[in-house]
């Protein structure tokens, strides 16, 4: 089992930047796929960008891909999603989730996630 715990979130100006961190306890991060989600509100949760558990591969979702950056350092235990060029409609409760993983895939709906930290705000003003 892990425990994730996100951080990072704030509000920042639309073409801010931002810097979201994903910690985890428990059994060793590097056996864990794992994801970013986020959900505005009135709005149902999304995918954002996920990494496999070694780091190697990352997939984003079309509305982020080129302005985030997904990465982790098993050493430390967190992963991290990097967001530049921020715009009103990224505003939204940011999830890091994770699953147990032993194949190395990357993993995009949040049904695939057992793990899932308590989320942190992102509020972009314009």
């Known amino acids: 089992q892990v425990q994730l715990v996100e951080s990072g979130g704030g509000l920042v100006q639309a073409g801010g930047s931002l810097r979201l961190s994903c910690a985890a306890s428990?059994?060793?991060?590097?056996?864990?796929?794992t994801g970013w989600f986020r959900q505005a509100p009135g709005k149902e949760r999304e995918f954002v960008a996920a990494?496999?558990?070694?780091?190697?591969?990352?997939h984003y979702a079309a509305s982020v891909q080129g302005r985030c950056t997904i990465s982790r350092d098993n050493a430390k235990n967190t992963a991290y999603l990097q967001m530049n060029v921020l715009k009103p409609e990224d505003t939204a409760a940011y999830y890091c989730?994770?699953?147990?993983?032993?194949?190395?895939?990357?993993?995009?709906?949040?049904?695939?996630?057992?793990?899932w930290g308590q989320g942190t705000q992102v509020t972009v003003s314009s």
């Open positions: 989730a994770a699953r147990l993983n032993v194949t190395g895939a990357i993993l995009l709906s949040e049904n695939n996630y057992d793990y």
């Open positions: 990494i496999s558990r070694g780091g190697s591969r990352t």
């Open positions: 428990g059994r060793p991060f590097s056996s864990y796929a």
